[in-house]
């Protein structure tokens, strides 16, 4: 039996299961890609409550944002030269990352409330264009982290050893810094590993049969 990283994609893109289920994961984010900012958009201009947060009551606030997305976009990076060749780890981390954003979707849905009163505007000059594109800043996108659970996503989807020690490192790392700029509350933070945890699981049902298959061959 061949490791799932020992499979290339000369290998794995002979079976049309693999290449169907490839180009449907990347079908349907590319479809949730274009709603987001009407979403988001109607996300923003919903009412909500504000939460009581101790521990952000005891943290001062700075900008960090420069530094936030310097560690998420390298850590993207990193996530995704070690993906890249490694088609049925790609495969699963898509599918993740598509039920990933679903849930945050619905939790946001389910869970309306008003940004920390002391928050500092997260700038992120790519998102802001292609997916927040709103006439005002959005700042209710809370429950849960999306940059947090974003990289701990990736570290998930790596094989173990350093990269993975690396990408958690970042997880823990934008957990702090979000926290730091009370762009999120605590409660968004630390639910963020429930929701990947779930994600993960989900998608390794939906990838588990065509892993075995090539895996088998």
Known sequence: MLSVDSLTWPAVWRRPAFRGQLGAVVALLLLLASQLPRYFAWVQA??????????????PTHDVSGLTFAVIYLSIGLGVAVLLPRPLRLLRALW???????????TLY????????????????????LIYAAPAPITKDLFFSGHTATLLLLALAV?????????????????????????HYTYDVLAAPLFVGLAWWLSGEIVKGEIVKCSDR
């Not at 919903?46 to 943290?59: F, Q």
């Not at 094989?159 to 009370?182: D, E, F, K, S, Y």
């Open 96 to 106: 993740a990352y598509l039920g990933l954003h679903l849930l945050r979707c619905l």
């Open 46 to 59: 919903r009412p909500g409550r504000i939460l009581p947060d101790p521990l952000l009551a005891a943290l």
């Open 159 to 183: 094989p173990a050893g350093w990269r993975r020690q690396v990408l958690l490192a970042g997880t823990v790392a934008i957990g702090t810094l979000v926290l730091v700029q009370h762009a």
């Open 110 to 129: 389910l869970l309306p409330l008003e940004p920390p009163p002391d928050l500092v505007l997260l700038r992120d000059p790519l998102v802001d264009q």
